[in-house]
């Protein structure tokens, strides 16, 4: 009863992290998590409409969108540092998938988002349950590097329009690139100035802010909470110019009057058109949004000797994008600058981010009034500094020189996501990952090997001065086997036996082997029949016990014209003759 008991607990705590990290919650730890939330909160203020502007919605839903997803994180969540709310990206896919189906601007826009937040959530939620976290692989690092950085391009350029003033618009950058050179005659110079001036100054803060005021005697967290405050101060300075001289009157786009309150309660729509709509971009959406969050946490917890749970992660991000959903918000991910700020702040629980959005909450019911006048290029100027630090256009470089194929993929990830829009470019990235892993995996390595003199070590002969048995064809197989690349291991040995008439034996190294599946065990049944055919015996080394227990279950071995040793040298050194025999090959 006790154990059972126990059991339970341990599930609990599985699926509640918040109990384990909860139940040693001190003072200091509270103090800490005060004072990240505190800068953490600054920071999201602009940001989250800045972004929500990006995913084509009223500026309020950013707010929104980073509430109770924080609340519900913190709850579900494995990641003592992530900071959860919109991000970049997902913005710019939420905007290309409901942009196919509303009019920005419209209730409908809106009701497709908060949908959108919730098929996202369900995915996650599903993903999680299922432990379906391994699918987050079929997105290899330096294609999402490759998506990332178009997308920061497609980000910043379609930005320009708002520091221009214009009407310029499109969901690729060749769309943006063409409406920018159409309506450049209708650049508003006021809201130029207060774009450039933005992104001078927040570039300046970025980079030079901080030494300033180290040099000046302030402390390290001082000078760190206003360096971190440096959108908030372009978001007040030019909303007080924009009152003051009454800029909305001479052509400058504002936010415009911002809801004063609480989220609201809001529901998903269920009719079936849109939610088939939204499905495929939901489920690209909650795979890229799941990359990016895991990576952030991942990393941050390595510094501190702390482990994320990728599955409950999955379920933390799944139930953050409900919350969205139900309280007005759009889809939700872990960002990497505001995790980062948040670890660097000293941020020790996922409760740093509930005391965020209770600053949020704050902020929602007492600041919103103020910001009807907030120019909508310094919300621009905002995005485009932040997008910036997501471009790393030297991957290009890196896979051209280790991976000919990486760069490929790299490449074209990158001009279909620039050409064709994020979405395209996020199923190009899947197809081409996956490609890339069949080609590799379908063409495995493979080397005949021999003795090292003095050793019991094999390798390969092309490599090595080694000592080979006459009439043994050693092959070390490099790669597990599978109906890709079984028939690729018939040719090759086939090949090899009728190079060399002498042969009377080959064995299958098979250290790298992790499995065998149903076709490259029919693979290997054939090449046993054929070989036997020919007078050679077929032998397997070193075979990996699941892999072992996974043959024990067929017929195979019993019709194996040879044997199954536990190592290669044993096989070497009876095939030879015996150990005395087999010291002379290797001497010679």
């Not at 009223?58 to 709310?85: C, N």
């Not at 309150?261 to 809001?266: A, I, S, Y």
């Amino acid at each position: 009863m006790a154990r059972a008991g126990q059991r339970n607990r341990s599930t609990l705590k599985r699926y509640l992290p918040i109990l384990e990290w909860g139940s040693a919650y001190d003072r200091d730890t509270l103090a800490n998590d005060l004072l990240a939330a505190l800068i953490v909160t600054i920071m999201l203020i602009p940001q989250s409409l800045a972004y929500a502007l990006l995913a084509g919605l009223p500026p309020e839903i950013g707010l929104y969108a980073s509430i109770l997803p924080l609340v519900a994180y913190a709850v579900f969540g494995t990641s003592r540092a992530l900071a959860v709310g919109p991000v970049a990206v997902v913005s710019l896919m939420t905007a290309a998938a409901v942009g196919g189906i509303a009019e920005q601007g419209t209730a409908g826009y809106v009701v497709a988002a908060i949908t959108l937040a919730f098929l996202s959530g369900l995915f996650l939620l599903l993903m999680g349950v299922f432990r379906l976290g391994f699918l987050a692989n079929l997105l290899s690092h330096p294609i999402v590097a490759g998506f990332i950085t178009a997308s920061g391009l497609i980000i910043a350029a379609s930005q320009l329009k708002h520091i221009l003033g214009t009407g310029a618009g499109g969901h690729s950058l060749l769309e943006l690139g063409i409406s920018l050179v159409e309506t450049i005659g209708e650049t508003n110079p006021i809201t130029l100035a207060i774009g450039l001036a933005s992104l001078a100054f927040l570039f300046w803060v970025r980079k030079g802010l901080k030494p300033l005021l180290l040099r000046s005697g302030l402390g390290p967290r001082v000078a760190d909470v206003l360096t971190k405050s440096g959108p908030v101060a372009a978001v007040a300075v030019t909303t007080l110019s924009a009152w003051a001289f009454d800029l909305g009157e001479k052509g400058v786009k504002l936010v415009g009057g911002v809801p004063q309150g609480l989220p609201p309660l809001t529901m998903p729509s269920f009719a079936p058109d849109l939610i088939w709509s939204l499905a495929g971009p939901a489920a690209l959406i909650s795979l890229i949004g799941f990359v990016e969050s895991v990576s952030v946490a991942q990393t941050l917890a390595a510094r501190k000797r702390q482990r994320i749970d990728p599955d409950q992660e999955l379920i933390g991000l799944g139930a953050s994008n409900v919350a969205a959903a139900f309280t007005g918000g759009y889809p939700v991910t872990g960002g990497f600058a505001r995790s980062v700020v948040n670890f660097d702040a000293g941020a020790e629980t996922p409760a740093a981010g509930a005391f965020t959005a209770v600053g949020l909450a704050l902020a929602t019911l007492l600041l919103t009034p103020l910001l009807a006048y907030l120019p909508q290029a310094t919300l621009a100027a905002t995005i485009i500094v932040a997008v910036l630090s997501l471009i790393d256009l030297s991957i290009l470089r890196k896979t051209w020189i280790y991976s000919k194929a990486d760069f490929i993929a790299v490449a074209a990830t990158i001009l279909s996501t620039l050409a064709l829009g994020v979405e395209i470019g996020v199923v190009t990235g899947v197809v081409l990952s996956i490609l890339i892993h069949l080609y590799r995996t379908s063409k495995p390595h493979m080397a005949v090997i021999g003795r090292v003199p003095g050793t019991e070590h094999y390798r390969n002969v092309l490599r090595h001065e080694v000592a080979t048995v006459p009439g043994v064809i050693s092959l070390r197989v490099d790669e597990s086997l599978y109906f890709a690349n079984a028939r690729y291991l018939e040719d090759y040995l086939y090949d090899l036996v009728a190079s060399r008439a002498e042969v009377r034996d080959v064995v299958l190294a098979c250290p790298a082997v992790n499995l065998i599946d149903m076709s490259a065990l029919e693979s290997l049944e054939a090449i046993n029949h054929r070989l036997k055919d020919m007078g050679v015996r077929l032998h397997l080394s070193e075979v990996k016990g699941p892999v072992m227990d996974a043959l024990k279950r067929t017929d195979f071995l019993s019709h194996l014209s040879g044997k199954v040793f536990l190592s290669h040298h044993m096989a070497m050194c009876e095939l030879a003759g015996g150990p005395e025999r087999s010291e002379a090959i290797a001497a010679q």
